[in-house]
């Protein structure tokens, strides 16, 4: 059976464990059911995700002249504390910007290969979490804009990572933190404008990854180059689908790209 769309993140559900969805325009895979299969991957061509045309994919799953125009791929996605929405500042379209900058935030700390600082949307917990292959996580601050999250993020890297490593999260050679503790001893770092929205009392959630092995030494598959792979799917975390031979496969990271995938 084959199956060929472009890809985009895969969809999640919480549940243990994790349940992941490839969802193409006219099909979907469960992909937690494909684990102990053989898979083909192909490329076929690139379609961006805003004007879908044939054009090299730059970043985020935008070819080039999209990624510098449209509003979804403005600096403030990556950089929250450059958000201007809240003082009615336009950056690219600020229709778009109010819609996704004035809501309500969480900045959080998640443990995927050590401790992280994040920001995301509240809409999007536990989905950001599960999309970094974060094991424990916990919310430490709700405000109710973006900018406010992002100075606070900006404050707490000075006291915490704010990066993940890949590799390490893939080896799941991950120590469990106490993220209570964590959250406790970050309080006194976090900006006076953000103190009255500090979460006082939760605890953390444990998320677990469908996975039947883990690789010893994670190789990277490059799609493009390489035009196709086969090989046994024996797990999935974050975003990244695990093959047998450690070979992994980052479907965020390959947004744009039209693969056909066969089922062997």
């Known amino acids: 059976m084959t199956y060929q769309g472009v890809l985009t993140k895969m969809e999640t559900e919480f549940s243990n464990p994790i349940a992941y969805y490839l969802v193409f325009e006219n099909d979907f895979l469960n992909m937690n059911q494909l684990l102990g299969k053989t898979l083909n991957l192909q490329f076929v061509r690139y379609q961006c995700l805003n004007c879908g045309l044939d054009k090299p994919?730059?970043?985020?799953?935008?070819?080039?002249?999209?990624?510098?125009?449209?509003?979804?791929?403005?600096?403030?996605?990556?950089?929250?504390?450059?958000?201007?929405a809240h003082l009615d500042k336009e950056d690219r379209d600020l229709e778009y910007e109010k819609k996704v900058q004035l809501q309500p935030h969480i900045v959080y700390l998640a443990n995927s290969s050590n401790v992280k600082v994040g920001v995301t949307r509240k809409s999007q917990v536990p989905t950001r979490w599960i999309d970094?292959?974060?094991?424990?996580?916990?919310?430490?601050?709700?405000?109710?804009?973006?900018?406010?999250?992002?100075?606070?993020?900006?404050?707490?890297?000075?006291?915490?990572?704010?990066k993940t490593n890949w590799r390490t999260m893939l080896k799941n050679d991950?120590?469990?933190?106490?993220?209570?503790?964590?959250?406790?001893?970050?309080?006194?770092?976090?900006?006076?404008?953000?103190?009255?929205?500090?979460?006082?009392?939760?605890?953390?959630?444990?998320?677990?990854?469908?996975?039947?092995?883990?690789?010893?030494?994670?190789?990277?598959?490059?799609?493009?180059?390489?035009?196709?792979?086969?090989?046994?799917?024996?797990?999935?975390?974050?975003?990244?689908?695990?093959?047998?031979?450690?070979?992994?496969?980052?479907?965020?990271?390959?947004?744009?790209?039209?693969?056909?995938?066969?089922?062997?």
């Open 57 to 84: 994919i730059f970043r985020q799953g935008f070819c080039k002249n999209c990624f510098f125009e449209i509003p979804q791929a403005a600096d403030w996605i990556m950089r929250p504390e450059l958000s201007t």
């Open 132 to 162: 970094q292959g974060a094991h424990e996580a916990i919310e430490i601050v709700e405000v109710p804009n973006r900018y406010l999250a992002g100075i606070t993020e900006v404050a707490l890297k000075d006291h915490v990572s704010d």
């Open 174 to 264: 991950i120590v469990d933190e106490d993220l209570v503790q964590w959250r406790e001893k970050l309080k006194q770092y976090v900006p006076d404008e953000a103190k009255d929205y500090f979460i006082e009392s939760n605890t953390e959630t444990t998320l677990q990854f469908p996975v039947e092995k883990y690789p010893k030494k994670p190789i990277s598959l490059n799609l493009i180059k390489d035009q196709t792979y086969t090989g046994k799917l024996t797990g999935i975390k974050g975003q990244y689908l695990i093959f047998e031979d450690d070979t992994v496969f980052n479907i965020r990271g390959n947004e744009g790209l039209v693969v056909a995938i066969s089922v062997l």
